[in-house]
């Protein structure tokens, strides 16, 4: 099939049989949100369950998945960062007032990279190059910047701001403390959370691809920087091997992934902690299962000017598309320690591990005290207030001070070295604390929906069959009598009504030629259709039929369900449930 | 268990476990805003993929999901009612600045009956009655309407606003159309939806109970009013009892419910029609499921003044909480053809569905038109104009003002009988638009949490056991080595290795005594326990443990994923797995 071809059939089916369409149609619709019909909310459903099954219940040791509220009050995201650096360049047309994002239209318009630069540079060369709105030609203003979140109010009091997360991570940050705790102190530990996003970009274009809107899978995964405990993991991965673009290579404009084994990768710096590369490799395996083949799968690393405020390193995980080249799929980033700290700076909460050492350790500390002796009688009601304040201050900060500028002032007092008494104490301490460092793997659920989609779709004489992974398919068992015949009937809404108190999600179709029906179930990608005919009477044999080969096997109806349990789910071959019954398919 | 004793030990259980707390603890807390912990977050997919299955698996030929965004246009909330209707009447303390809820705070300060007053009638209430700030004592203002959208804007343009949505249901609403013509023009159809949706409560105050933003789990029906289709359904159901308190018994202040078969509920009118009849029975089966016994469940009607704006009829489905009395966990709401008739007049959009008739019928319609022969030559350049607006105008309302007037006014000129002609056409037709009518159940998955937590509780020998239902209990399985032994810890971790890859939540546990791993399963209601002892090394078997009767019986290895899926899906006895091994529990 033609790339283009490819994708516009992806489209035309999403929108025919109900897969996904842009939201508020009926309104005239909005930029950037999307509904997903039936078949979209089962397959993405099914995404979300297999995300869950392989990063989750998989390693039910290292990770747990946690539920936070989508709106989340300023003081969160002043913290987190995103206040101030969750912006995007806007400018806007003096004469028509459409707002575009400038860095993009700069790069469009005028084939220059933006990405990164000042808004002052980006003024600077809208109005050097001349270049004018690009809808009505009119003038362009200067370029500000604009916040990303989406703001609202929480209660009847103005001023008590909230926002619509643009992450999840946040809510995985500031309870990290209370999981840390119930999951008995365990570390390393990942928090997971499903749930929904939201960014107010500029002007989203891409269809299903860049939403304002949409269902973020993320974990945030906690280790001890100095001991990552990863050892046994990467062990097991050390020789697989990822497609990297690194930013080195980046810069010297090599634009071919290389191949490097996990070991490399790691040996060479190339990825700067061992979970990072051990979740990379994961996240590969994953978009396996959702039917993207390990050849189109690349990480390509951010340069330090494209990653965000928070990361110390960044990979996209790109996967090639027909439509829209190679998009990002899922964002692997190393935030170190920078969420904890700064929540811990922001809200005063102590979000350090107590680690346990193997053997007692020295630690020095300076401990600052008032010098009672040669304090002034004068001193004495302020006395209190003085040691109280001396008390909360750093003594590193104030013996540094002291020691610029002879002197520190605290109360309106001013104090000088004699006044103070500063000591070096000598403890043996046998727990410290440590701020753990993070790794994040996080993935759009809906560009997966998309990817999902096209590598699903095939041609096969003349008809369009989704051939997803059966797991993720959206309906697993169509059910349809031969013909219209009351006993053939009635056996087959037997068959289907007890399919339908099974995990399995099931249609019946009786309507037109049963090659008009197979042919529509291709299209939605059922992966077995059961068929009930005349022998079925007689013997008690149904026809499982399999999307893909399109050959039939007979199966005994006592043993319907378990065959179709082990089709769907264990990926067994049609010709391993039963003797085929035909191999060609007759229209 | 005494009563509040059984809701603080959920409470304790909730935070010490890791079930849920409240939201953005180390920031001080945001009333109405909770997070959900690891087994909290299992608990609540649990419930709803009981949810899905019960109400949506089991009905595949009557009920779709599908998935609509949160944030959403103005145009959408002004069509649905809510930018007027969505409101709470809000006082302010004039000395304080607190804001209250009007028509809570007379109702708890001064025993009056307040809600569905105006706020002119609250207002006058409160100055009347002197009623002032319960906090500090000063005097209250004037009572006003707060709403309770949370509001934003969409994009960088100013005006663009949006609102987080507070229902699921309008997503519903507008894309009707599509789902109906996706799902092959289908009627009876339920399209259901389960999502964020966000309500800015002035003041929240019951914990998980009454949350500012939680997932609602909902699906609109929609059904031909003349022809619902309800027969073959109602028929398996009509000697089925609900036990409901009518909006009449109300009035007559009778407050024990009265059972009613659904066929008498019917008959009587006392549920309005027989969809509404057939979800409210189904409803409670749900409930049963997640392990509220039917005596404990009660439908309340809503009185006129108390109802939603959209709502002919409402039930609230109540449950007996041990903490809160008597809860609402879901509504069940008779919306008429109000939504889609709204928004079709607001869309412009034909939201009719085309039905076939059985045999033609005559349709008389009425046609106006203008009498050009009688027109003045003066309105020659308005004639256009003039005619555009009359055929725009409902030939209904027109005929009706001008019997009422004489005239009527259009486009600035004064027409009266004689310049139009006003003719009946009588047509033959095969089949007519109608517009579907709905009813609503409408559930909020975090109190049904709750629910499910107050109701598995359980205290034996000083414990506490988290009794759920298998189906929903967070984790499966625990994996417990009876020793430290290695050959035993080695058998332990491959069962655990091989029950990970299957779609049993599992977890394991080696620390501590046996007895005590038992107690913390319990405790977040593992349903059973799987321990490798000496004689699994010998024979290939192990105990399997049940939490509810703590009976052990064994099992070989061989048998073991088998049997779990049994004693966990098929609800099996435990008994029925293996011999009994023993059926006394050593602490």
């Known amino acids: 099939m033609a790339i283009d071809d490819l994708a516009d059939k992806v489209l035309d089916i999403g929108r025919r049989r109900g897969f996904f369409w842009p939201a508020f149609e009926i309104y005239g619709g909005v930029a950037g949100f999307y509904d997903l019909g039936p078949y979209g909310a089962l397959l993405k459903q099914n995404i979300i369950e297999e995300w869950r099954r392989h990063f989750i219940k998989r390693y039910p040791d290292l990770i747990v998945e946690i539920e936070t509220p989508v ?76 916040n990303l979140l989406f703001r609202t109010q929480i209660g009847p009091y103005q001023g008590s701001v909230g926002f619509f997360r643009p992450e999840a991570a946040q809510g995985m940050f500031i309870s990290f403390k209370r999981v840390h705790q119930v999951m008995r102190n365990k570390l390393p530990i990942g928090i997971a959370q499903i749930g929904r996003v939201a960014r107010n970009e500029i002007s989203p274009r891409q269809g299903l691809i860049r939403l304002r809107e949409f269902t973020i899978m993320e974990f945030e995964f906690f280790f001890d920087q100095n001991e990552p405990g990863a050892d046994e993991y ?93 998009i990002e799929v899922a964002g692997h980033a190393y935030r170190g320690d920078y969420d904890l700290s700064r929540h811990k700076q922001f809200s005063g909460e102590d979000l350090t591990v107590r680690k346990q050492l193997r053997e007692p350790v020295e630690r020095r500390t300076l401990v600052v005290r008032l010098n009672k002796a040669v304090l002034g009688r004068e001193l004495k009601d302020k006395l209190d207030s003085i040691q109280q304040q001396i ?50 793997p996080s993935f759009g659920s809906e560009r997966l929906l998309y990817v999902a989609m096209e590598y699903a779709l095939r041609e096969k004489q003349g008809r369009l069959i989704l051939s997803f992974p059966r797991r993720i398919a959206p309906v697993k068992v169509a059910v349809l009598p031969l013909v219209d015949n009351e006993k053939i009937v009635g056996m087959a809404k037997r068959i289907y009504d007890m399919l339908k108190e099974t995990d399995l999600m099931v249609t019946y179709d009786d309507s037109g030629s049963i090659g008009r029906r197979y042919a529509r179930a291709d299209e939605i990608g059922v992966p077995v259709c059961v068929t009930i005919d005349y022998q079925s009477l007689t013997d008690g044999t149904v026809t499982l039929r399999d999307r893909d080969s399109w050959k039939q096997v007979r199966v005994h109806v006592d043993k319907l369900v378990e065959s179709l349990r082990r089709f769907i789910y264990d990926n067994v071959e049609i010709e391993e449930l039963g003797p085929i019954f035909f191999s060609e398919e007759k229209e």
Request: some cysteine; hydrophobic content about 40%.
């Open 71 to 146: 709106i989340t009050p300023e003081k969160v995201f002043i913290a987190s960062g995103h206040v101030e650096n969750f912006v995007d360049p806007i400018v806007g047309c003096k004469k028509c007032g459409r707002f575009f994002r400038a860095d993009q239209l700069i790069e469009e318009k005028l084939g220059v990279k933006a990405e990164g630069k000042s808004v002052e540079e980006l003024t600077d060369i809208i109005s050097k190059s001349g270049l004018r709105c690009p809808v009505c030609g009119g003038e362009l203003g200067e370029v500000r910047l604009f």
């Open 234 to 326: 990467i062990d097991k991965v050390r020789n697989e091997k990822l497609s990297l673009i690194t930013a080195d290579m980046r810069r010297e404009k090599i634009e071919e992934p290389q191949s490097f084994t996990i070991d490399e990768a790691l040996r060479q710096g190339v990825i700067k902690t061992p979970w990072m590369a051990f979740w990379m490799y994961e996240s590969t395996l994953f978009l396996e299962k959702i039917g993207v083949p390990r050849t189109n799968i690349v990480f390509e690393e951010k340069l330090p000017e494209e990653r965000a405020h928070y990361s110390r390193q960044t990979f996209d995980q790109l996967v090639k598309t027909a439509r829209w080249g190679w």
């Open 391 to 440: 008390k909360s201050m750093s003594p590193e900060v104030l013996k540094r001070e002291l020691d610029n500028k002879g002197f520190i002032e605290v109360s309106g007092v001013r104090l000088s070295r004699n006044h103070l008494v500063i000591e070096e104490v000598v403890e043996k301490v046998v727990t410290i604390s440590v701020t753990p460092h993070v790794v994040e």
